[in-house]
């Protein structure tokens, strides 16, 4: 017998399900919690790669109110930073990686979504310089160097126009070394000549916000092939909260379970809230294939 009750001290009430029902709804479950896997995980992306700018804006802060002319500071603030692209370039191979595993987990090895993803992966690699060189450079960090060769601080007067008074301009730049990047003979030979043709060093800055920016496209083709399957599976559950609440009265520790005459061998938990969490964070991460093109600056 399968049905709907609660997990609670004291009696709840019994709300019938057929098998196919029963089959639905572990099968939409299971979907559901891998789809706010691949969401979580791009938000643990994202994070990181706010925390990178928001460490660029701190540092350009403290270079324009205080004189710190040591080289132990300025170490500090380099190693800070090396830090902040590590985990960044980490969290980006784990949601690449791990987001194809959901897959699989939803739709089987080699269904048309997973082949969908790994083509869009390809394609934003071919379009984007950012994509295909942090690629390389999270192979390299993992086995040879630190990421950053070179960082400097840039602090100049802007005097945009008449009679507007000049402002203090000042930028936070981190340096890709070609020569550094080529000695690693991992790299691909064409992606050291195209950065060779860019000049002896490449804004480290600009290829990560490329990168960035490949991936928010990834994921959105991502979010569209199973647009239409998350609601058929959103419905499923919800549709389940519904009949019971309309029995019971509430919904806390709601189960769909398994009888063996009046002994339950098999409990699933059912809720609706990973459903409202996945969908707040779809929501928030909704614009990040632009990120190449957004400037913060507080003047």
């Not at 007067?157 to 507007?164: C, L």
């Not at 990560?208 to 994921?219: E, F, K, N, Q, T």
Request: net charge neutral; with cysteine; charged share 25%.
């Amino acid at each position: 017998m399968y049905g709907l009750t609660k997990l609670v001290l004291g009696v709840s009430p019994f709300v019938e399900v057929d098998d196919t029902t029963y089959r639905s709804a572990l099968h939409a479950k299971k979907c559901l919690r891998e789809a706010l896997e691949i969401e979580e995980k791009f938000d643990l992306l994202l994070s990181n790669y706010g925390e990178f700018e928001g460490e660029l804006l701190q540092i350009g802060l403290r270079a324009a109110m205080y004189f710190e002319n040591e080289w132990s500071a300025s170490i500090g603030s380099l190693q800070t930073m090396n830090r902040r692209i590590v985990n960044l370039l980490t969290t980006c191979r784990l949601y690449l990686d791990q987001a194809e595993h959901n897959l699989s987990s939803m739709y089987g090895r080699d269904s048309n979504v997973a082949r969908t993803m790994k083509t869009a992966r390809s394609a934003e690699y071919d379009a984007r310089l950012g994509y295909r060189v942090m690629e390389s450079l999270r192979n390299y960090v993992q086995h040879r160097g630190l990421p950053i060769h070179s960082m400097s601080l840039d602090g100049r007067w802007i005097d945009e126009a008449r009679n507007v008074r000049k402002h203090m301009r000042q930028t936070v730049n981190l340096r890709l070394a070609v020569t550094n990047l080529a000695e690693d003979r991992k790299v691909r030979r064409a992606i050291i000549a195209e950065l060779t043709a860019l000049g002896e060093t490449s804004d480290l800055k600009m290829l990560i916000r490329d990168y960035v920016a490949g991936l928010g496209s990834v994921h959105e083709i991502l979010r569209v092939q199973i647009a239409g399957d998350l609601m058929t599976w959103d419905a499923t559950i919800q549709d389940l909260v519904e009949r019971y609440l309309a029995v019971a009265g509430d919904t806390v520790g709601l189960a769909l379970v398994r009888r063996e005459g009046d002994i339950s061998v098999e409990q699933t938990p059912i809720l609706a809230e990973p459903i409202s969490r996945r969908r707040q964070l779809a929501d928030k991460n909704f614009q990040t294939k632009h990120y190449d093109k957004i400037v913060t600056t507080n003047y």
